[in-house]
């Protein structure tokens, strides 16, 4: 096996300049919280543990290392957060005597997870998970390391933020028969959303690594994670089960994201108002079929919506005859003014007999108006020189909608004909960590309040996460440095690296002085880590006294 001493346990590559990574920056002398296992612990004599990459619900993940294969690899530890921890001294788990039960029940739910994910490995969709190791009392996942981009990401990176039908086609149909495979072995995903949906360089979409049922089920012991727009009714504590169509509402919900290019409201909140709407510029865009698939996964209540995937994939590859009837049954999910665009086809000759009789009645009546016009001016039945009372109308008021939170975009505001008929929008843009670019995360006037009409509401859109370039600060004093790079918005953290005599004390190593490294954009805020040379260090022989050569 390779020695992995030397190799950092982030990428694992070879460290050729100290502690901290010439090719990630990350600084092997940072240790891994000790609720967690220790960076270079090994795991069935073969599988080392890196960094601590993302922690979830019901586990850990870990950058590892494959010493057998010498690749990097994911471990995904089992570890349900606020039941199980881990003393200092060892790596055995500690369970809370209260939640011994529950553990054991989401252990195995974890066992069968990522065996019938090993067993499904030959899926286009699936994340490949080649060994499941026991030991410290839990279990560990062992997923190979593939290079992908979440959907979110490329979404937002896209141009228009969203994509067409025959792009996302591509796209999600494969993903459908991983899921199906999952619901046959007994296992609902729970967290399907646009951050767990990756797209791999081939160009496939596979299934990231995900959390058991349990932990998508704010029922159970475990801690809840809320995805609004994507989580299902039936994952709140209520009357409602989780099942599969529980999938089948988050999997819709991401295609409508993928499609519209806003998430979709949240469950709760379509509880009151259960109308999807789609902009109308965007809507003519999608095939009526796969509108209609849309509606009947994203039901509100499970027993309305799509059962099976097999029926949801019928829905989404419909045949013409379906399309042409899903084309007058869904016109409902148009935004006002978007119905009446589109003509029947199959009866041109009736269509041409319509339009004609639509015209003789609007010329009659144009005429019919035009003689009343002249009757009231002239005919002298009324006096024009006397003043006319008029009784003003009374000022229509309006509930403020809640704008914040639905994943509504600025053009989701400017399409909407209603809304703009009673109010006043105005938009600006400001940085936030928290919501993704183009969403509106803000409003001036609180959602619920009845205001009048032409009421003037501004709408905050989220400039997306502030980023800065990281400045060049070698050789600088630490005093110096940390003002510069403070005054950008980083957040400064040091590691002391060793002085020859030949360096200023406190001053920014020459080399390699910062992770993330000089020139690289990074988000305002983010901490940047620099290497500060120490003070020089002396050693003093001790005296040798005479008692001491003596013994």
């Known amino acids: 096996m390779r020695d992995f001493d030397n190799l950092c346990a982030n990428c694992w590559e070879e460290l050729t300049e100290g502690s901290v990574c010439a090719e990630c920056g990350y600084d092997n002398n940072t240790q891994n919280d000790s609720i967690n296992l220790k960076i270079k612990t090994l795991l069935a004599d073969k599988y080392v543990v890196g960094k601590v990459i993302k922690v979830e619900s019901d586990s850990v993940t870990y950058s590892g290392y494959d010493g057998q294969i010498e690749k990097p690899i994911y471990i995904r530890e089992f570890f349900p957060k606020g039941i199980a921890s881990r003393f200092d001294d060892g790596d055995e788990i500690h369970v809370r005597q209260k939640f011994v039960n529950e553990f054991a029940r989401y252990k195995k739910s974890f066992f ?9 490995h030959n899926l286009s969709a699936v994340v490949p998970v080649y060994d499941l190791v026991e030991a410290n009392g839990t279990y560990y996942a062992i997923i190979e390391k593939t290079e992908s981009v979440p959907l979110r990401e490329y979404l937002l990176r896209n141009e228009e933020g969203y994509i067409s039908w025959d792009t996302a086609r591509l796209m999600f149909m494969p993903v459908l028969t991983t899921i199906e495979a999952l619901h046959s072995n007994g296992i609902v995903h729970g967290s399907i959303t646009p951050d767990n949906l990756v797209l791999c360089r081939d160009g496939k979409v596979h299934l990231a690594p995900f959390p058991i049922t349990e932990a998508s089920d704010k029922a159970t012991a475990l801690e809840f994670t809320e995805n609004e727009g994507y989580t299902a009714l039936e994952q709140y504590d209520n009357k409602h089960r989780i099942c599969a169509a529980t999938d089948i509402y988050s999997f819709s919900a991401c295609i409508y994201r993928a499609l519209v290019g806003a998430n979709p409201p949240s469950a709760v909140s379509r509880e ?46 419909a045949a013409p005859a379906v399309r042409a009837k899903a084309a007058v049954e869904h016109e409902d999910v148009y935004q006002e003014g978007a119905k009446g665009g589109y003509p029947d086809y199959d009866d041109a000759k009736g269509d041409k007999k319509r339009k004609a009789v639509v015209w003789v009645l609007v010329i009659l009546i144009v005429a019919a108006i035009a003689a009343a016009v002249y ?19 009374p000022i229509k008021t309006h509930q403020v909608p809640n704008f914040v939170g639905a994943g509504y975009t ?17 938009f600006q843009g400001e940085y936030s960590s928290d919501t993704e670019e183009g969403i509106i995360f803000k409003q001036s006037v609180n959602a619920g309040e009845t205001v009048d009409e032409g009421t003037e509401i501004i709408l905050t859109v989220s400039k997306g996460i502030q980023t800065q370039t990281v400045p060049d600060v070698r050789g600088l004093t630490l005093e110096d440095a940390t003002k510069q790079l403070e005054e950008l918005g ?17 001053t920014v190593k020459n080399t390699d002085a910062s992770a993330p490294a000089a020139g690289s954009i990074a988000a305002v805020g983010e901490e940047v880590i620099l290497q500060v040379y120490g003070e020089v260090e002396t050693t003093t022989a001790p005296a040798v006294t005479e008692s001491a050569e003596t013994e």
């Open 112 to 120: 069968n997870l990522w065996t019938t994910m090993q067993k499904l």
């Open 272 to 317: 009151a108002n259960d109308k999807l709407m789609i902009p109308n510029t965007i809507a003519e865009k999608i095939p009526m079929h796969v509108i209609k698939a849309l509606v009947g996964g994203l039901q509100v209540y499970p027993e309305k919506r799509v059962k099976t995937v097999d029926d949801f994939r019928e829905l989404l590859d």
């Open 375 to 393: 009757v009231v001016q002239f005919s002298g039945l009324i006096d024009n020189n006397k003043d006319n009372t008029t009784t003003s109308a």
């Open 410 to 426: 600025q053009s989701d505001i400017e399409n909407n004909g209603a809304w703009n008929e009673q109010f006043k929008f105005t």
């Open 490 to 506: 980083f957040k400064v953290s040091t590691v002391a690296v060793y002085n020859d005599g030949t360096h200023v004390a406190n």
